[in-house]
């Protein structure tokens, strides 16, 4: 709550900032989303390889 007041109050170039930063959370959840995903589907090969189980992904 903090943080979101003092970016409408402060000046344009803390602005970009705040896109800044912005963008870089919307980066890190793209990298750790990508990361699930990977994790996930070398999860169903190994099942696969294991126990014969069938996973389409």
């Given at each position: 709550?903090?943080p979101?007041v003092?970016?409408k109050?402060?000046?344009?170039?803390?602005d970009?900032?705040?896109?800044r930063?912005?963008n870089?959370?919307?980066?890190?959840?793209?990298?750790?989303t990508c990361?699930?995903l990977?994790?996930?589907k070398?999860?169903?090969?190994i099942?696969?390889?294991?126990?014969g189980?069938?996973i389409?992904?």
């Amino acid at each position: 709550m903090l943080p979101s007041v003092h970016w409408k109050v402060s000046s344009s170039t803390n602005d970009n900032d705040h896109i800044r930063r912005e963008n870089d959370c919307n980066l890190s959840h793209f990298v750790i989303t990508c990361f699930t995903l990977f994790f996930f589907k070398y999860f169903s090969l190994i099942n696969i390889k294991n126990h014969g189980i069938h996973i389409y992904v």
